[in-house]
């Protein structure tokens, strides 16, 4: 360690492998913390994590008794043991709150560009934006049905748009600047369990629905412009350049012409809509060019589409189903890579919210009372992290100090991370000075 | 470095860290000018190891999860699959004896299934049976298919029509799909009393594992059985549960154990 830093130091070491090969060896080091306790006063199952992605500072879990929790992940509230495990409290426990959700919360994150606000989503079919500070509800949507999933940008400059997934086979756009419904997004067939907005551009969103689909839009269009078929598949990380011999067969199945399309190009898909009609024996509507893609029947997973994760660069997707599949995808192409991760059983009935670590290529899948931790690129299992009681329904990694906090039925929220010295000779200090010794005297505020 | 025999009756099941690199050479394949890959390897192995049912003449198929127990890589075993798929040199078929399970036949085994079923149905329009063969089964190396690429792909072969497809069912070359009512899957013919006795066979191997106080065994034991209900040997079975996940080997000095993953 000592050596890497010198090496840094004079510049036979770049900072920014120096900096990834720590934040990969400790990434690779995870076990239940022996110095951080979250205190959790959840009375149901914990549903939804998220670490606020401004600072890094905030965790913010919903569950299951309509109950949300903020806490504190840098500063712990009080210490125990000799000042060896911190303990965090929540900052803010919402239940009996006037305006609180009803059933269950199922989705709970921050609003991507300061913790003032966040936004929640229930299976009481609302969605709740709040103000953390006064802990009011400024806006309420109300959905047609149990909302799975809410997810907002976090690149966006020019819009503010929540999208829910709801167990209505259509996407809703929620306005937070005028309080309305922007606009739906019709293509799945089944309910949407899984909804993330892209990486790489604030328009594109994909979602993934109880019917196995994975569908891109552009929500400046109307339509969803791609569909994630699993037998379309390239051997590799990336299609071959040379090879330009395609899996995909055109067939007369209409379908939406890939990404950004010609005037002259849409027009034929039209024309080849009407003769498809015609055939079927029964008189329909011409559909517009942007709805073809309700025709194509492709599936990413042969059951529900469980939960999406975008890798941080915006070229990969990973998609878990409840075909106990978890498939990386190839944003561009639109392929499977096929890469195969060991996994035995994926718990079928609930979302799942996975993460990847940014820089490692460490993709954090929780799978019925464990989380396994793969290597995003071969497929092999690294860890894995066993400590619920019951299944887990969610987990966040914290890339700022390689921690992942993950929540359960069984009403507990882990920290796992890095294992830290404990120093040797902690009992003679604490006997002399009488005070906890991880007290941190810098910790003070006005 | 390895040390299996060639003979196929009497070669014991590979322990899971050896790479399985023999070929079996007293067979007349004419895949015998083909690359061999791992997976290649392991599955023309699984092929000239299928037991002999008796009663029922069924081609060999190797089910996907005796592939994951064999090579070590499973990503590669995926990989080189898709490959393989795409080459026509052997078919997919989703089975719906349980979740994801997939067989693998090669194309020669699967076309002589596929005339024997044929040939049995006695039907006077066998017209329709050749253009599924010839148009359909050559370009299409999906398990599945739409029913408008269906209709149109057999047109090729002359005038379509409902009943057609209704003998294709029949036979037992497709089925239809349960979630979604316009799509197909491509089936093997003649296999149901095999894939019953699949089914019944796993839940008798783990029931026998289950109830010993442990629950695990010598593999040396265990390799001997006999399962009751199941016309399909005992390590055909072996290697789907180890590949699925259900079961474990252990390494221990007196040999290696099967023992049942808890979870």
Request: glycine share 6%; net charge positive.
């Amino acid at each position: 360690m000592w050596k890497k830093i010198g090496d840094r130091e004079s510049g036979k070491l770049r900072p920014n492998s120096f900096i990834t090969r720590i934040r990969s060896n400790r990434a690779s080091s995870l076990h239940l913390s022996n110095h951080k306790e979250l205190v959790s006063s959840h009375r149901g199952s914990v549903n939804s994590l998220q670490v606020d992605l401004t600072e890094g500072r905030y965790l913010l879990s919903g569950a299951a008794d309509a109950s949300l929790a903020i806490y504190d992940i840098q500063r712990a509230t009080d210490y125990e043991a000799g000042g060896l495990i911190a303990k965090h409290k929540p900052i803010l426990v919402d239940k009996q709150h006037q305006n609180a959700h009803k059933y269950a919360i199922s989705t709970a994150i921050w609003y991507p560009i300061d913790t003032g606000l966040f936004v929640t989503g229930s299976y009481d079919h609302h969605i709740k934006v709040w103000d953390t500070n006064t802990t009011q509800v400024v806006m309420d949507f109300k959905m047609p049905g149990k909302v799975y999933r809410t997810a907002m940008s976090s690149l966006a400059t020019s819009h503010m748009l929540i999208a829910a997934a709801t167990e209505d086979v259509q996407v809703r756009l929620c306005d937070m600047a005028s309080g309305a419904f922007a606009h739906t997004l019709s293509g799945h067939r089944d309910g949407v369990m899984a909804v993330e907005w892209s990486t790489s551009s604030e328009w594109i969103l994909m979602t993934g629905g109880c019917d196995g689909a994975i569908r891109f839009w552009d929500i400046r269009r109307a339509g969803c412009f791609s569909v994630l078929d699993q037998s379309h598949s390239q051997l590799g990380r990336r299609p071959p350049l040379a090879d330009k011999s395609t899996t995909k067969v055109s067939t007369s199945k209409a379908r939406a012409p890939p990404r950004k399309v010609g005037s002259g190009s849409s027009s034929k898909h039209s024309g080849n809509s009407k003769i498809i009609k015609q055939t079927k024996g029964s008189a329909k509507q011409r559909l517009h060019p942007g709805l073809l893609t309700s025709q194509d029947r492709a599936t990413a997973h042969y059951g529900a589409v469980l939960g999406l994760k975008a890798t941080e660069d915006g070229m990969y997707l990973l998609s878990a189903g409840s075909d106990s599949r978890l498939r990386l995808w190839d944003i561009q192409s639109g392929c499977n890579t096929l890469v195969h991760y060991e996994i035995v059983r994926l718990q079928s009935s609930k979302a799942i919210q996975l993460d990847v670590s940014q820089d490692s290529g460490v993709v954090f899948l929780p799978c019925m009372t464990s989380i396994k931790a793969f290597d995003m690129w071969s497929g092999k299992s690294k860890m894995t992290l066993q400590g619920h009681y019951e299944n887990v329904n969610c987990c966040c990694y914290s890339s700022h100090d390689q921690e992942l906090y993950t929540g359960g039925n069984d009403r507990q929220i882990l920290i796992w991370s890095p294992l830290k010295q404990i120093p040797a000779d902690v009992d003679e200090c604490d006997r002399s000075t009488g005070q906890p010794l991880a007290a941190d005297e810098d910790n003070w505020s006005d | 470095m390895e040390t299996s025999n060639n003979n196929p009756s009497t070669s014991r099941k590979r322990s899971r860290s050896e790479d399985n690199s023999a070929p079996e050479s007293n067979q007349s394949h004419s895949l015998d000018n083909l690359i061999f890959s791992d997976t290649m390897v392991a599955l023309q192995m699984m092929r000239a190891q299928f037991p002999r049912i008796d009663k029922v003449s069924v081609e060999p198929f190797i089910l996907q999860s005796q592939l994951y127990s064999s090579v070590k890589d499973r990503t590669q075993v995926d990989r080189e699959l898709e490959s393989l798929r795409r080459e026509k040199v052997l078919r997919v078929f989703k089975l719906n004896t349980g979740q994801d399970d997939h067989a693998l036949m090669f194309m020669e085994d699967y076309l002589k299934q596929m005339k024997r079923a044929v040939k049995s149905m006695e039907t006077k329009k066998q017209g329709v049976f050749e253009w599924f063969e010839v148009h359909v089964i050559h370009s299409k190396p999906e398990p599945c298919i739409g029913h408008q690429e269906l209709l149109s792909l057999l047109s090729l072969g002359g005038k379509v029509k409902d009943e057609d497809i209704s003998l294709l069912i029949n036979a037992g070359l497709l089925t239809r799909q349960l979630i979604d009512s316009e799509m197909y899957w491509f089936a093997i013919p003649n296999i149901g009393s095999v894939l019953k006795g699949l089914t019944q066979g796993r839940k008798e191997l783990l029931s026998l594992l289950n109830r010993k106080k442990y629950k695990e065994m010598m593999l040396a034991i265990l390799e001997k059985k006999r399962l009751r209900l199941s016309p399909l040997d005992i390590r055909f079975h072996l290697r789907d549960l180890l590949g699925s996940g259900h079961l474990k080997t252990i390494q221990t000095p007196s040999g290696l154990v099967i023992r049942v993953v808890k979870n």
